[in-house]
């Protein structure tokens, strides 16, 4: 009986935790999710600062020119972005009637291929439609008229940065002296594995992106969709969300060939283009790029980016892969915990995986 009333006293005091943390991460998301976005960035300059710190140049020096240098480059692809927006803003109300007036015409076909002469019906889709316009117009709208509160937040994270790369030895220092001595070698294993994962997995993830704005905008500038590079570059940068980035950023597009272009032709063209650029980004791009350092099993990955959309919008989804990955690591170091690195993990379902030699066996077995 006793055993029974600690166990579910542990049992409160842990769902009495969780619920907090919910909480917490919810109130003060304005405030951690530019922090845990700055760490991730941190890990993914620091090989390009301690490769300059090997040169001989000052730590204070080569976290200066490194974070300027790639707030440089995000400038000039953040002013051509700018730049397409604001030409896709000016012609929007163009587009909009376009898009009705093709909508009306889709509309008009249904309504002939199954007899239905309902007025209500027949403003339907219409409808629905415009509003979605009207909401993505003002988003976009939102994007070029940011906040205050938002600019301020994007300015501190290149503060969080520098500021994260030149303590990172004092924040090893403190881990060290807050924890025993019996337990430093561990630390130092756990510490050296995050960074090593963390890094890899972002700096594979910014090459893939790139490699994608080019791959996307001239697919679809030979296609012959409009506005290619402003749709190229949105479809790519979507793909920082993992496995729903890549539906999503071929929708956008596939959605303005069909609905605003009204050009079936090219919708389909573009919907192949897409299912190669998929194929390619996931068994080529992705496997040989960023790898499997981030080893999470893709039910628990896309749980995580939901779970993180829920609490932090887009900025959770990104960063909820690596962050799962960072307690995974942890789980993997602590005995106590290996049963939820193996449930995270893609280990235990080996004799269930597609491999070509089960394919081979399985057609001649067929035959």
């Not at 561990?186 to 960074?195: A, F, L």
Request: hydrophobic residues 50%; glycine residues 6%.
């Amino acid at each position: 009986m006793a055993n029974d009333y600690k166990r579910v006293k542990k049992l409160t005091y842990w769902l009495l935790f969780l619920v907090l943390l919910v909480y917490v991460l919810v109130e003060a998301r304005e405030f951690l999710y530019p922090l845990v976005m700055a760490l991730l960035f941190a890990y993914l300059l620091y090989p390009i600062v301690k490769q300059m710190e090997k040169w001989g140049v000052p730590r204070l020096l080569a976290n200066f020119v490194t974070i300027i240098t790639a707030m440089a480059l995000f400038a000039g692809l953040m002013v051509l972005l700018y730049k397409q927006l604001s030409v896709f803003l000016t012609d929007f109300p163009e587009l909009k009637e376009k898009a009705l007036l093709n909508i009306d015409m889709l509309q008009a076909h249904i309504d002939r291929k199954f007899g239905d002469d309902n007025q209500t019906n027949e403003r339907w889709l219409r409808l629905q439609v415009n509003n979605a316009l009207d909401l993505s117009g003002t988003a976009i709208a939102n994007i070029l008229l940011a906040t205050t509160s938002t600019i301020t937040k994007f300015a501190l994270m290149p503060v969080y940065i520098f500021l994260m790369l030149y303590y990172r030895n004092k924040f090893e220092s403190f881990l060290l002296r807050a924890l025993p001595s019996d337990r430093h070698g561990k630390v130092k294993v756990m510490i050296d594995e995050i960074s090593d994962v963390t890094k890899h997995y972002m700096g594979g993830v910014v090459i893939v992106i790139l490699i994608l704005c080019f791959i996307n905008s001239t697919g679809l500038l030979l296609i012959g969709v409009e506005y290619a590079i402003l749709l190229g570059i949105v479809s790519a940068f979507i793909n920082f969300i993992p496995y729903f980035g890549t539906l999503i950023g071929g929708a956008i597009p596939l959605l303005y060939t069909l609905v605003v272009q009204g050009d079936p032709q090219k919708t389909l063209a573009v919907l192949f283009f897409f299912l190669a650029v998929q194929f390619t980004e996931n068994n080529i791009l992705t496997p040989n790029i960023t790898g499997s350092r981030v080893n999470i099993n893709p039910l628990f990955t896309i749980l995580s980016i939901i779970v993180g959309g829920m609490l932090w919008g887009l900025p959770g989804m990104f960063v909820a892969v690596p962050i799962v990955g960072m307690f995974k690591i942890y789980f993997d170091n602590s005995p106590e915990l290996q049963a939820y690195s193996f449930m995270l993990g893609t280990e235990g379902t080996e004799e269930h995986a597609l491999t070509i030699d089960k394919i081979l066996r399985f057609l001649r077995i067929r035959k």
